[in-house]
């Protein structure tokens, strides 16, 4: 098994099919990963993880990625008890989602593939939090974060 450490950043995947291929010349790496409340969305930004992929010799590549923890893009606007839509990017086997110090039931997927799933915000949120997702793939476990402004509308 060949592993090769890179940035995530650098992982240069397109979409096709069921799921993340890697560009010409790029090695494969975990799903791009899109969060939505109500019609605005951001991208998730992904925590250390390995990915492994079979290769047409027979064989598999893992690519594992350090790094000091997800790095989320623009924050969403959020109240409580929004439901929240994920786009995990490929056919996950599991998603968890959580906020600091609240619980809330775990996501649900709403498609017969399970790259789309849906989690409701509890109640109560603080000013500012981090919605944190753990997406079990074939390939390798992921985490990610998107940080969830508290809003009035």
Same mark, same amino acid.
């Given at each position: 098994?060949?592993?090769?450490?890179?940035?995530?950043?650098?992982?240069g995947?397109?979409?096709?099919?069921?799921?993340?291929?890697?560009?010409?010349?790029?090695?494969?790496?975990?799903?791009?990963?899109?969060?939505?409340?109500?019609?605005?969305?951001?991208?998730?930004?992904?925590?250390?993880?390995?990915?492994?992929?079979?290769?047409d010799?027979?064989?598999?590549?893992?690519?594992?990625?350090?790094?000091?923890?997800p790095?989320?893009?623009? /924050?969403?606007?959020?109240? #409580? %008890? !929004?439901?929240?839509?994920?786009?995990?990017?490929? *056919? +996950?086997? &599991?998603? /968890?989602?959580?906020?600091? #110090? %609240? !619980?809330?039931?775990?996501?649900?997927?709403?498609? *017969? +593939?399970? &790259?789309?799933?849906?989690?409701?915000?509890?109640? !109560?949120?603080?000013?500012?939090?981090?919605?944190?997702?753990?997406?079990?793939?074939?390939?390798?476990?992921?985490?990610?974060?998107?940080?969830?402004r508290?809003?009035?509308?």
């Amino acid at each position: 098994m060949l592993t090769t450490a890179l940035s995530l950043a650098g992982a240069g995947l397109a979409l096709a099919g069921n799921g993340p291929q890697p560009l010409p010349g790029q090695l494969p790496g975990p799903p791009p990963v899109r969060v939505e409340i109500r019609g605005q969305s951001a991208r998730a930004g992904a925590g250390s993880s390995c990915w492994s992929t079979g290769m047409d010799d027979g064989t598999s590549r893992t690519v594992c990625a350090d790094v000091a923890g997800p790095i989320t893009g623009p /924050t969403l606007p959020a109240r #409580g %008890k !929004r439901m929240v839509h994920i786009d995990m990017g490929a *056919p +996950t086997l &599991r998603l /968890t989602a959580g906020l600091p #110090g %609240k !619980r809330f039931r775990d996501p649900w997927p709403t498609d *017969p +593939t399970r &790259r789309h799933w849906i989690v409701r915000l509890p109640r !109560r949120l603080e000013r500012s939090s981090v919605l944190s997702l753990g997406g079990s793939f074939s390939q390798g476990e992921v985490p990610y974060a998107v940080t969830l402004r508290r809003s009035r509308g």
